[in-house]
């Protein structure tokens, strides 16, 4: 990576925003985001190491501490799922701390400066590395279209392929009504995902622009530097609430469309 000193704000900003990415197939048929892919998989495998940590010396008696803390986030989860979820489907709670667990770790790595990783890469010839997954669309539009597939599987396991094809058919305007009711039931099954991919993309791609946008302004001299440092803990505080926020709005609206893919209409 170049210097920062030889870098403008501008080029420093977007030189952390790009990607490293990999073309697969003659022509690039397609690119892989590698610092995605690998990011959110170390995330993946480590919240699966904590949690196994807390519960393979788990007891009935007077846990650890680390096991009680992890029993108090999974009853957290499991309640919120079994408040909002109203179906007999038992994939609920595991897909709920799925979601927000995997969500959260990817998350969290906002709070690591982005030159932390990319220095160390540099030295090695990595020239670009995007930390945060959920800062990458593509990422968060895999989890929700994965929603999405799931709420596919929930409805037709409930409703069956010819009370599904009916309701998406008739429902609400009735029979008669028929192309108006495909139209209108394309678009909402349609928009629940893609929601809930921008909202997520949008608050930390958002969060990673002004925590650069306050790294180099604050660069530009000592008072500068001041300021910036406590613009950027002020910044970090308050995404110590956004970040843990936006995982359990992923997770609750996940299990409110799960919900409502087995309702009848």
Known sequence: MAAAADLTPTSYIQHHLQNLTASVGEGSFMTLHVDTLV?????GLLITFLFWAGTRRATAGVPGKWQAFVEILLEFVDRQARDTYHGSSKLVTPIAITLFFWILMMNMLKFIPADFFAIPLSWIGIEYWKPVPTADVNATLGMSFSVFFLMLFFALRSKGIGG???EFLTAPFGKWMMPFNLILNIVEW????ISLAMRLFGNMFGGEIVFLLIWVLGGASILGLIGGALFGFGWMIFHILVIPLQAFIFMMLSIVYL????DSH
């Open 39 to 43: 990011s959110s998989l170390a995330m």
């Open 164 to 166: 599904f094809s009916k």
């Open 190 to 193: 349609l928009s629940k995902p």
């Open 259 to 262: 919900s409502l893919s087995e």
